[in-house]
């Protein structure tokens, strides 16, 4: 054996282990359902070429890298960390244990992708993979926002809070961060547009962001009352679909007519609550993890992307 091909003590050892651990078998799994050339493909042209200087690691690897610092909401130091300590993170990215990326590596990777506006091109890429799959968008969208925390303490090297983030109050909380509205199919629930704002931005005024335009009906909760009135929306010919205010369902006779059509409209707006669960509690995302709007905004952007693919995991294999 050859120093480049021979085989390490842990990556002996993993060999001869008799049980999978929950982490490679997520691992597999998101391994086979990312539409790895397509994202590739979308990176390659902001990637570095090989020339005089330091060779970088092979685009397949940094990329997998990032994935997988994505699906555990690892800081770029803890990523380095999980190379070392993991083999089945290596395995995952196809590094070896002699030939790791650094911090600073994974942090200018992710400096990259954000630099380029890649997160939401990669979202794209990923539903256009689910499209060619035969997971098509329907006629229906479902509409919706949730609160990002973001820190709102002063103890940094500014003195000061995150000045594209702002404070809104829910029910009787006031929350310090960010909002992440999403337009989800109705049908499916795979997330199809996104946008990102300061969580003091109300909900109706960004509705229209949401929608790809071949829709005829849009659900949304009382948030987005008057919607249909707003100038971007005229002329859609789209049949809102809003939720009555809590105060007022709550005094509509149980069983009747209008009852029964705000439960149907509940039913198909929980649709949209599936893109939310994966992104802040499978993927850990629940409170903004960088400064600005644009950085988070590029990492919930690929959650997202992720999230497609799991919702849709089923379906496709039906």
Known sequence: MTEATQATFAELEYRAKKRKTRREKFLERMDGLVPWKELEEAVRPHYPKAGRGRRPYPLSSMLRVHCAQLFYNL????????????????????????????????????????????????????????????????????????????????????????????????????????????????????????????????????????????????????????VEKRPENQGRGVDWRVAMRPGLRR?????GEAALREKEKASVRAKAEHPFFY??????????????????AQRIALLLGFANLLIAERRLAA
């Open 75 to 226: 800081s770029d130091p803890a990523m380095e960390d999980m190379l070392y300590e993991v083999e089945s993170a290596r395995r995952f990215a196809g590094l070896k244990l002699s030939a790791l990326p650094d911090e600073t590596t994974i942090l200018n990777f992710r400096h990259l992708l954000e630099r380029h506006g890649l997160g939401e091109k990669l979202l794209s890429a990923i539903n256009a993979s689910l499209a060619s799959r035969g997971l098509r968008l329907r006629e229906g969208t479902v509409v919706d926002a949730s609160i990002v925390e973001a820190p709102s303490s002063t103890k940094n090297r500014s003195g000061k809070r995150d000045p594209e983030m702002r404070q809104t109050r829910k029910g009787r909380q006031w929350h310090f961060g960010m909002k992440m509205h999403v337009g989800a199919d109705a049908e499916t629930g795979v997330a199809h547009s996104f946008a990102a704002t300061a969580a003091s931005e109300s909900d109706v005024a960004h509705a229209h962001r949401l929608l790809h335009g071949g829709e005829r009906r849009v659900w949304a909760d009382a948030g987005y009352r008057g």
């Open 251 to 255: 005094q509509l006779e149980a069983g």
């Open 279 to 296: 992104v802040k509690r499978m993927f850990g995302y629940g409170k903004a993890r960088y400064r600005g709007l644009h950085k988070n």
